[in-house]
């Protein structure tokens, strides 16, 4: 089965708020504080200056990804279901040339990460993003790591 990228819809955004990866759920709650994660996704669709949502041969949704100003830089970002992890390969292939782009068009890429969200990190750094310092951001209690990747001069 494979992927095909897709403009997010309404009802792809609904289908995976509804259907998110347990450990990215919780990322989107502890990250806004927001337990509507439907609010949180299109949000964060919106926000974007460019969304894409991956869907399988059947068009289910798999995932939801995309890029947001963010002061400097830009802020790269990807939520998905449990299917997700079924197109590893796809998924890494489609990381590392979506971030050689975003990084000739902004230079650094920057955002955070749950701490406790591991396969999140790993993908991560295998598509060259440097783990950094541990911050706090709406809830006190689960910290995140800054991540970020700047282009080479």
Not at 68 to 95: I, N, V
Not at 129 to 140: A, N, R, S
Request: hydrophobic share 40%.
């Amino acid at each position: 089965m494979t992927l095909h990228l897709r403009e997010p819809l309404p009802e792809h955004i609904h289908y995976l708020s509804k259907h998110l990866r347990e450990s990215d759920a919780d990322e989107v709650r502890s990250a806004s504080g927001e337990y509507s994660l439907w609010k949180t996704l299109d949000a964060a669709v919106n926000a974007s200056y460019e969304c894409h949502v991956a869907v399988d041969d059947d068009g289910i949704p798999v995932a939801v990804f995309g890029v947001a100003p963010y002061g400097e830089f830009a802020a790269p970002w990807l939520l998905g279901t449990d299917s997700l992890l079924q197109h590893r390969r796809e998924l890494m292939s489609w990381g590392r040339s979506f971030v050689q782009r975003w990084l000739e068009e902004h230079r650094q890429l920057m955002n955070f990460v749950d701490k406790r969200n591991a396969v999140s990190i790993r993908w991560l750094k295998r598509l060259g993003f440097t783990i950094g310092k541990e911050v706090l951001l709406y809830d006190p209690f689960h910290p995140f790591y800054e991540f970020k990747q700047c282009a080479i001069q």
